[in-house]
């Protein structure tokens, strides 16, 4: 049973990581890669349409970036993704209950951002998407947003940190999910396998 945060109604906020360095894809700026006609970045960017505020962390050139996303950067710039949610956080002025985080590389972000609105968190901390072997998937999750503020204070400096430094204290519901859903984009052979799956390369 859902906890609400389906209906079109409940407030989110939501921050798009896009500042990666994208070293697996020869150092390109990641956000703005073309997949499947469209640059990586706007999947995740349609999922999170809704949010009353858009905070998009990190320098990229994709096209797709709305002109009412607030564009901030990590400090330093390139510290790694637990700097970027906390940069992300400190853009926001009037916080909605929910906040989702997600990655740029991420094509099925749709489908990630419908499971994890369906998902009751119950009197959790948030929701979080997990691969079979449990991984989570700490940048498909909707976290509660006064948690999220908790855990960057607890942390302190989250220069070169990790997202599990940064959550791993946090009571999260995780959320089974299929690979089709989370599978992100770190290498050109990702980048062919979902240019097939959307459609847009014969090759098996």
Do not use: N
């Amino acid at each position: 049973m859902s906890d609400g945060s389906a209906d079109p109604a409940v407030v989110f906020d939501a921050i798009v990581l896009v500042g990666g360095a994208g070293s697996r894809l020869g150092g390109v700026d990641k956000a703005a890669v073309e997949l499947a006609g469209r640059s990586l970045v706007s999947r995740p960017l349609e999922a999170v349409r809704d949010a009353r505020t858009l905070v998009v962390v990190g320098d990229t050139a994709a096209p797709d970036i709305p002109d009412r996303a607030i564009r901030v950067v990590e400090d330093p710039p390139g510290s790694g993704p637990a700097a970027a949610t906390v940069a992300g956080l400190r853009a926001i002025e009037e916080p909605a209950a929910w906040t989702y985080l997600i990655s740029c590389d991420v094509p099925g972000a749709v489908g990630a951002i419908q499971l994890l609105a369906e998902a009751d968190a119950g009197d959790s901390d948030g929701v979080v998407l997990a691969e079979p072997d449990g991984r989570l998937q700490w940048l498909l999750g909707r976290y509660r947003s006064f948690a999220l503020y908790d855990a960057a204070e607890q942390l302190g400096d989250a220069a070169d940190r990790s997202m599990r430094a940064l959550l791993e204290d946090l009571d999260l519901v995780p959320v089974p999910a299929p690979e089709e859903v989370w599978r992100d984009v770190d290498t050109w052979d990702d980048h062919a396998h979902w240019t097939h799956t959307l459609g847009g390369d014969p090759r098996p």
